[in-house]
T-cell receptor, first 113, second 118 residues
Framework: SQQGEEDPQALSIQEGENATMNCSYK?????LQWYRQNSGRGLVHLIL?????REKHSGRLRVTLDTSKKSSSLLITASRAADTASYFC?????????????FGKGTLLTVNP | GAVVSQHPSRVICKSGTSVKIECRSL??????MFWYRQFPKKSLMLMAT?????????EQGVEKDKFLINHASLTLSTLTVTSAHPEDSSFYIC??????????????FGPGTRLTVT
């Protein structure tokens, strides 16, 4: 099965609520990154967490990494309608490549005003 | 900084014709660029790794004669879809990695090119 699988596939919440998305992967990694993509647009890099880190914060974003479970979570606090987008995790380090990224299937987040 | 552009942003072509998509790093040099393909509501699939001054490395299942990649300079990579067919219609995204000394672990992504083959 695919490296980097997010769940849920789709998430709909109200503005102000928190959104949590999860990502699982299968092989060892060097880094895990989260990206955001608005419909029909390019990717925006959100945050990178290294394999020796367990948690990282950036503004309203909180990312955790559990290498023993090969999983990561992205928490967006106090969500806004503008957070509506698809969110992808991507891992690197599989097969020895530091730069080749393997993307998950993505979570479509809808934040209702 | 670290801006990647793609041109064109949208292109419609007739079946059987070839289409060239450009990927440029605007404010940094990149020896390595990547080309991805994304189907509607799906994830990005890596097609090939473009290396400046050498041949591209294609992922398994990607036809190198159909998707020609040229990385002629440190700021430009091109993807040519040859003899395009409707099944080649997709969203193509490139990314670039800055030369060492910058944020080497981050790929900077272009805005994507929507290709529609009629």
């Amino acid at each position: 099965s695919q490296q980097g699988e997010e769940d849920p596939q789709a998430l709909s919440i109200q503005e102000g609520e928190n959104a949590t998305m999860n990502c699982s992967y299968k092989t060892s990694i060097n880094n895990l990154q989260w990206y955001r993509q608005n419909s029909g647009r390019g990717l925006v890099h959100l945050i990178l967490i290294r394999s020796n880190e367990r948690e990282k914060h950036s503004g309203r974003l909180r990312v955790t990494l559990d290498t023993s479970k090969k999983s990561s979570s992205l928490l967006i606090t106090a969500s806004r309608a503008a957070d509506t987008a698809s969110y992808f995790c991507a891992t690197d380090g599989s097969g020895g490549s530091n730069y080749k990224l393997t993307f998950g299937k993505g979570t479509l987040l809808t934040v209702n005003p | 900084g670290a801006v990647v552009s793609q041109h064109p942003s949208r292109v419609i072509c007739k079946s059987g014709t070839s289409v060239k998509i450009e990927c440029r790093s605007l404010d940094f040099q990149a020896t390595t660029m990547f080309w991805y393909r994304q189907f509607p509501k799906k994830s990005l699939m890596l097609m090939a790794t473009s290396n400046e001054g050498s041949k591209a490395t294609y992922e398994q299942g990607v036809e190198k004669d159909k998707f020609l990649i040229n990385h002629a300079s440190l700021t430009l990579s091109t993807l040519t879809v040859t003899s395009a067919h409707p099944e080649d219609s997709s969203f193509y995204i490139c990314s670039a990695i800055p030369l060492p000394g910058l944020a080497a672990y981050e790929q900077y992504f272009g805005p994507g090119t929507r290709l529609t083959v009629t």
